[in-house]
Nanobody, 123 residues
């Protein structure tokens, strides 16, 4: 599956952004989907994940209550709504797909990656 992320940009602290990831292929609904983020010099970290049917969602503690992940299997998309953004949310955000059964927080579990979209939050 090929993934294309979009929606990044520059926003002031306290603002909102919505990221979207579009997937190619007809088997999108079989994949666990997740968003990761990375800043220079640091490991890529898990932000949010959603199971194949969308019933279960998981969030990093740092974004819980502020970010929301959702998917539309009919449109082959997964979105990340980011509210009350903080300067420490600044990173390149990547969407990822995992063909496994269970959702993992480790990046090595994911088979496919989008190219990333930059999110910059100014203070």
């Amino acid at each position: 599956v090929q993934l294309q992320a979009s929606g990044g940009g520059l926003v002031q602290a306290g603002g909102s952004l919505r990221l979207s990831c579009a997937a190619s292929g007809r088997t999108f609904s079989r994949y666990i989907m997740a968003w990761f983020r990375q800043v220079p010099g640091k490991e890529r970290e898990f932000v949010a994940g959603i199971t194949q049917g969308g019933a279960s969602k998981y969030y990093a503690d740092s974004v819980k209550g502020r970010f929301a992940i959702a998917r539309d299997n009919a449109k082959n998309t997964v979105d990340l709504q980011m509210n009350r953004l903080k300067p420490e949310d600044t990173a390149v955000y990547h969407c990822a797909a995992d063909s496994g059964v269970y959702l993992h927080y480790e990046k090595r579990a994911y088979d496919f990656w989008g190219q990333g979209t930059q999110v910059t939050v100014s203070s």
